[in-house]
């Protein structure tokens, strides 16, 4: 399952399969992380990657895979819906992944967290 925003419109979609081919990396990509950041260490989430995948369809695509759960899920999708807008096209989507626990260990062979909650300790 996986939210799809682009400009102020979110939607969930199911797909059956996510292949996980690599980070997506460069000087857009890191200032939206950098962007995002507060937002993440504040979500109660645990990582957040940002890949490249490939759907079942054969789409590749741009995704925000986010690793944990929060009771805010849908108000972190809009807030961070609203930092890709202002800072890409409106017409751009952004895919955001709410990654299963197999889906964890899979992106994590090709791709590393930009965000990781730091572990009290």
Known sequence: MFDWFKGQK???LQVHRIDFLGEQNGPPEREFKTSILK???ESGLDAAFLAR???SDGQVATALCLEGSSPRQKE???EI???FSA???RE???DMIFLTREQSRNIRSVCRPFFQRAVPG
């Open 39 to 41: 937002l993440l260490e």
């Open 87 to 89: 800072q890409f096209n």
């Open 53 to 55: 995948v490939l759907y």
């Open 76 to 78: 972190i999708v809009g």
């Open 10 to 12: 979110s939607e969930t």
């Open 92 to 94: 751009t989507s952004l």
């Open 81 to 83: 819906g609203a930092k």
